[in-house]
């Protein structure tokens, strides 16, 4: 039986090893030995009780694939080293994911374990300061200020709009909803952050207790810089083709691929897909499937009971976009129970 490795297990890579489990003999590395809804972290900081309901540990649900808990240090053409030992393997999927904020010092907003330990750092907070105003920024802002409206909460934003991205109409609900909770927004103006304030571009200090840094995010590849180092592009993704490889056994899901979308768990799911059926194809000497990148449907949670739901020209705020997010996450660990 032909040996595929995952790495990473996130949306991608827990997909492709429960498809693969039952026609390879599957290997899956990960940091963790539980798979997380990542939708739902940011809610970990106001309720970190949260965090068992989000995360199902991979051998739960995975009934034939080995599970390895750890980091792989370097990738070749058909090993990879993980700790001292070198793994073959027939088939590689890379799918570990992406970095949030590394260039700020505070609590990085994509990781839950930092979230979890700030939980009571947030509960005695007087000022709480958000670096970023993307998605991860204005998503935090509503769960935080649900649950602490008396607390001062301000955001710092390097571009003119929160979640610039989007709809317009999806703009301006995010901006009236946490400004109608007293939430103070600096626009076009980037942080230099220090031990208890912050100091913008214009020299304004802003004074905080705790500060969450949710800017951008940076690929995983560092276990590529010395064995592969040809397939990372100069923001370090990985160049794939439209089968997602980069080269015929070796794939890519996810974050850390270049392909232009917006990086979703949606959209890592479907890449997981087309991986996982170009693998079954390679073996079969069948024609591979093409990976067609599509705008996909969009959730924002404005804490519980509030949020934005966006397709194409299609705008919904209010109660129904936080029932589906909430109809969303179910149905996904549904799939893991």
């Not at 509960?123 to 105003?133: M, P, S, T």
């Not at 998503?139 to 989007?166: M, Q, V």
């Amino acid at each position: 039986m032909k040996k595929v490795i995952i790495i990473g297990g996130g949306f991608a890579g827990t997909q492709v090893a429960k498809t693969l489990e039952s026609k390879f003999q599957v290997i899956l590395i990960d940091t963790k030995d539980y798979f997380e809804f990542t939708p739902g972290i940011l809610r970990l900081a106001v309720e970190p009780e949260c965090s068992k309901k989000i995360r199902i540990p991979h051998k739960s649900y995975l009934k034939k694939a080995k599970v390895l808990k750890g980091s792989v240090n370097s990738i070749s053409g058909d090993y990879v080293v993980f700790g001292n030992k070198k793994l073959e393997f027939d088939y590689l999927v890379l799918a570990t994911g992406a970095k949030y904020g590394l260039d700020l010092p505070g609590i990085k907003a994509g990781k839950s374990d930092e979230l979890l330990n700030s939980a009571r750092k947030l509960k005695k907070a007087k000022n709480i300061l958000i670096v970023g105003g993307g998605l991860v920024g204005v998503e935090l802002a509503g769960e935080i200020i649900e649950k602490y409206p008396d607390k001062t909460l301000t955001i710092i934003h390097a571009k003119g709009s929160l979640i610039e991205r989007n709809h317009p109409k999806a703009i301006s609900h995010a901006s009236e909803f946490l400004e109608k909770r007293n939430v103070r927004i600096i626009y076009k103006q980037r942080a230099k952050v220090l031990k208890n304030s912050c100091i913008t571009e214009q020299g304004k200090e802003v004074p905080c207790d705790l500060i969450y840094i949710c800017t951008g995010i940076s690929p995983n590849t560092t276990f590529m810089k010395q064995s592969l180092p040809e397939f990372l592009d100069e923001s370090k993704k990985i160049r794939v083709n439209p089968y997602l490889q980069l080269r015929e056994n070796i794939f890519a899901a996810g974050d850390l691929n270049n392909i232009t979308e917006e990086k979703t768990a949606q959209a890592a799911e479907k890449q997981a897909k087309v991986i996982s059926q170009n693998i079954i194809n390679l073996e079969s000497k069948k024609p591979l499937l093409v990976y067609s990148p599509k705008k996909k449907p969009m959730v924002i949670s404005l804490g519980k009971y509030n949020g934005i739901f966006e397709y194409n020209n299609i705008v919904l705020t209010g109660k129904i976009p936080a029932l589906i997010k909430w109809l969303i996450q179910f149905k996904t660990l549904l799939k893991y129970r």
